[in-house]
């Protein structure tokens, strides 16, 4: 008809995730993003997909050690679940950076790893992605109340009792609000028992940037312009990034200082736009008394646990995490 116009770009995500003028959303091939070359197997572990969420047709990536199948009434292994980074707007359970990443851990841990698929933005903005995170540990308590029951290799090798909640990037805030959630008992998963949480390369934010953040001149793999947009395509319409999800200790976020969080360790790449933030959040856990664990990487950009997985840092990452959880016997929260 006279006058109309076809829906244009409004909005541009490095050419992969585009908003047109109409509020729909065009996506392009996330593959571009990726490992020029196939990364490396991992033998003796297997994985399997399982729906957790049939609404929305989430589905866990569950690995484990080809071994712990194999011992009847061996001795069961920790449960990590792992949530994918990629600014909550990109990144999938099943791509290679966060597959390799889970292999490894599963191996070398050894755990049980549970990477858990949620909805992206903008489609599905947040708080949509952590009401999956939620939606999922409800699942998986459901699991551990159905024992023999349950998902066959959750049941023949999840030790439950010894869970923790971790992830890279957006996946990491998405596990600290999670265990938050836990902590103050607003999401109830017992029998299952967090332990500890991980968090890798943390995407946090603010209304103001930080000196990291301000310092524009370095090369590195997740320039602030480009978080920033994460966080405009991701948060609800009209949030500032002093929203709490990106912010936890913005203006308008609770305090965490009543909270009886589980051990952290907190990973910050030294090379990381962001790390300004990743420290700040160790430091004002430890203010607060929290019992919380720092390891820096000298040189390392964000994200280099899932972009460089078979690297020399991400082999002395995997010797840290394995520490950190095989330490993590204080008790749990609930």
Not at 32 to 54: M, R
Request: charged share 20%.
């Amino acid at each position: 008809m006279p006058g109309d116009t076809a829906p244009h770009v409004v909005e541009d995500l490095l050419g992969i995730v585009q908003i047109l003028s109409d509020g729909s959303v065009v996506r392009g091939d996330e593959s571009v993003l990726g490992p020029k070359e196939p990364f490396p197997d991992v033998p003796g572990v297997e994985w399997k997909d399982v729906l957790y969420h049939a609404a929305h047709g989430l589905r866990v990536r569950v690995y484990r050690p080809a071994s712990a199948s194999s011992v009847a009434g061996g001795a069961k292994l920790p449960v990590l679940v792992y949530f994918h980074g990629g600014g909550y707007c990109l990144g999938s359970f099943a791509q290679p950076t966060f597959h390799a990443f889970c292999l490894r851990a599963a191996a070398e841990l050894p755990a049980v790893v549970l990477s858990v698929q949620y909805r992206l933005a903008p489609e599905h903005r947040l708080p949509a992605a952590i009401e999956d995170g939620a939606a999922f540990l409800s699942w998986l308590r459901g699991q551990a109340e159905l024992g023999a029951g349950a998902e066959p290799w959750l049941a023949e090798s999840a030790d439950f009792a010894r869970t923790f909640i971790s992830g890279v990037s957006a996946g990491a805030n998405l596990a600290h609000h999670l265990t938050v959630q836990v902590a103050t008992a607003r999401l109830p998963v017992s029998p299952v028992r967090v332990v500890g949480y991980v968090l890798l390369s943390a995407f946090f934010g603010g209304a103001e940037r930080t000196a990291s953040e301000a310092d524009t001149t370095t090369d590195v793999s997740l320039p602030v312009e480009i978080c920033e947009q994460l966080w405009h395509m991701s948060l609800p319409v009209g949030a500032s990034r002093d929203h709490p999800v990106a912010n936890p200790f913005g203006p308008e976020s609770p305090s965490l200082a009543p909270v009886e969080l589980p051990p952290a360790l907190v990973v910050a790449p030294l090379g990381d736009v962001l790390r300004v933030r990743v420290l700040g959040y160790e430091a004002r856990l430890k203010d607060m008394g929290k019992d919380v664990e720092l390891v820096e990487f000298e040189g390392q950009q964000h994200g280099f646990s899932v972009l460089q997985p078979f690297g020399e840092a991400a082999d002395e990452l995997m010797r840290v995490v394995r520490r950190f959880v095989y330490q993590c016997d204080t008790p749990a929260v609930r």
